[in-house]
């Protein structure tokens, strides 16, 4: 652990001898570490913050950084990806949704947060709500591996086996196409009753 501490020392003092030997003035306010005032957290800092809190079980403090990040950030899209993904740890999937919904409000039709949405609403499961949602992802980037196999996935829960075929041929070699299938087929029961496909 000191190792990449004095690793990450090194590169940090490196970084600023290379930066203040290109300078020929220097910086009028000088960074916290200088002696600077402390600048606020970037959403990037924030996130990754909310991130290790929620790995760490502690979801509490992590949701209390998430909604300061909806407070100072909310043109981040990380902050409903974030967001979503620290009240799945806490089991909170209709929350999680809700956040999703959210960021679409922000950021319409943007097919990360389809795609996470249609996730969500698998959980619960909804496999119609699902479905529109990986439908939307894909038709937004055809070429993303996620949201191909994904789409497949929900063709393959609802029944359309040659659908979701054609669509994993795409992503995965043609075992695991097969293998995907059976999966789906053991799993079908659990969505006959969701309204979907």
């Given at each position: 652990?000191?190792?990449?501490?004095?690793?990450?020392?090194?590169?940090?003092?490196?970084?600023?001898?290379?930066?203040?030997?290109?300078?020929?003035?220097t910086d009028p306010e000088p960074d916290w570490f200088e002696g600077g005032p402390m600048r606020p957290a970037?959403?990037?800092?924030?996130?990754?913050?909310?991130?290790?809190?929620?790995?760490?079980?502690?979801?509490?403090r992590a949701g209390a950084v998430l909604d300061r990040l909806l407070r100072e950030h909310p043109d981040h899209l990380g902050t409903y990806t974030e967001g979503a993904e620290v009240l799945l740890y806490e089991g909170r999937i209709n929350e999680a949704v809700r956040w999703l919904d959210r960021g679409l409000e922000r950021f319409p039709q943007h097919a990360v947060l389809l795609n996470d949405r249609g996730l969500c609403h698998l959980l619960v499961p909804d496999l119609a709500a699902a479905t529109k949602d990986f439908e939307a992802a894909y038709a937004a980037d055809k070429d993303d591996a996620d949201y191909v196999?994904?789409?497949?996935?929900?063709?393959?829960?609802?029944?359309?086996?040659a659908g979701a075929r054609e669509l994993w041929r795409r992503v995965v070699g043609p075992e695991q196409v097969e293998g995907n299938l059976e999966v789906a087929r053991k799993a079908r029961p659990?969505?006959?009753?969701?309204?979907?496909?």
């Open positions: 652990m000191n190792s990449i501490h004095g690793w990450r020392a090194c590169i940090a003092v490196a970084a600023l001898v290379v930066a203040s030997a290109c300078q020929a003035t970037s959403a990037e800092t924030l996130q990754l913050t909310a991130r290790v809190l929620a790995s760490k079980g502690d979801t509490a196999a994904n789409l497949a996935l929900v063709r393959a829960l609802a029944g359309d086996e659990g969505f006959a009753t969701t309204g979907g496909g």
